[in-house]
């Protein structure tokens, strides 16, 4: 892992904890989990499943079975109290070729009265899902579906343990795996610190971003069953501030543009203001100043955690020659 470093701390979470956390968005994917898999089958996306095949008839039936639908995070956990959304799909898609969503609900255990027959059941837990194939007779009955499922909190600081302010860092997580154009699926994008994000298990690639420029830390991280994995990254950046004065600790000159370039001379940042303020990584950095026709540089190395105010003097010293329009 490049310019930082990562610490996981695995605790074993009960099912009430996970649950306590903030629903996130249904599911994105289907995980068969339990019983017979659905494998080869042509489920419905989440953003676009098909409507019951009657609009104007009751999703769940009164005249059919019974039947009570539990979920829960492992084989041998309790069953999930809240933050489940159960969605019946028929088995026999439509012309359009969707599925048609028969019933759904919200909450934790679910009963639902179906006309006898087959069905596709599918559970999801924040973006955790399992998908099972049940049938309805007209006896009651009971289904259980285990999500194979944990949850990830993710946080980063500086060096030194420094924290770093929740509204300048955000994660994103992707698939571990690169598709054939080496080019990762994002699952989850911007999730703030701190936040409990419920998914299946499995590894998962993390991007961690401090500010907007290049402070950013990639991490592969493997989410257990039925366990919190609580995941901190280290960032090597600093907090700058840039300012054009034409003297040291003089007053910053307005109506300045900005232009960060890398040691190896690559555009880093363009930025316009008297006090431009960004977050860069760790590194050397050459500064440029333009102001009316006159442009000024420095050369500036940021070290990380030592957050501070960057000052490029207007002076002939500091003074580069514009080419612009040069013959």
């Known amino acids: 892992?490049?310019?930082?470093?990562?610490?996981?701390?695995?605790?074993?979470?009960?099912?009430?904890?996970?649950?306590?956390?903030?629903?996130?968005?249904?599911?994105?994917?289907?995980?068969?989990?339990?019983?017979?898999?659905?494998?080869?089958?042509?489920?419905?996306?989440?953003?676009s499943f098909a409507p019951a095949v009657d609009p104007g008839a009751p999703l769940a039936l009164t005249t059919g079975g019974e039947i009570t639908l539990s979920a829960k995070l492992t084989e041998e956990g309790a069953d999930i109290s809240r933050g489940l959304v159960w969605r019946v799909f028929g088995q026999a898609a439509g012309p359009d070729g969707k599925l048609p969503l028969i019933a759904s609900a919200q909450g934790g255990t679910a009963v639902f009265n179906l006309a006898p027959g087959g069905y596709l059941v599918h559970a999801s837990y924040g973006r955790a899902g399992a998908t099972k194939r049940i049938s309805v007779g007209r006896e009651n009955k009971s289904e259980s579906l285990v999500l194979d499922a944990g949850g990830l909190k993710l946080d980063a600081t500086l060096a030194g343990g420094v924290r770093i302010p929740p509204a300048k860092l955000k994660f994103s997580i992707y698939e571990a795996e690169p598709d054939a154009g080496s080019e990762r699926a994002l699952i989850i994008p911007d999730v703030s610190p701190n936040s409990v994000v419920r998914l299946n298990s499995g590894t998962y690639h993390i991007v961690s971003t401090y500010g907007s420029v290049n402070a950013v830390i990639r991490s592969d991280i493997r989410i257990e069953a039925g366990k919190l994995t609580e995941a901190t990254v280290e960032h090597h950046a600093a907090e700058l501030t840039l300012k054009l004065v034409r003297e040291a600790g003089g007053e910053a000159i307005a109506d300045t543009s900005w232009s960060v370039l890398s040691s190896s001379g690559d555009p880093v940042r363009e930025v316009v203001g008297a006090f431009a303020s960004l977050v860069l990584a760790e590194g050397d950095y050459t500064i440029i100043a333009k102001n009316k026709d006159r442009i000024y540089q420095r050369?500036?190395?940021?070290?990380?955690?030592?957050?501070q105010d960057v000052e490029v003097l207007a002076t002939e010293a500091?003074?580069?020659?514009?080419m612009e329009g040069a013959d």
């Open 1 to 47: 892992m490049t310019g930082g470093v990562i610490r996981l701390f695995l605790g074993l979470a009960a099912t009430a904890f996970l649950a306590a956390a903030p629903v996130l968005a249904v599911a994105q994917e289907f995980a068969p989990s339990g019983g017979a898999p659905a494998v080869g089958l042509d489920l419905p996306s989440f953003s």
């Open 299 to 307: 050369d500036f190395t940021v070290v990380g955690g030592r957050n």
């Open 318 to 322: 500091n003074a580069v020659i514009d």
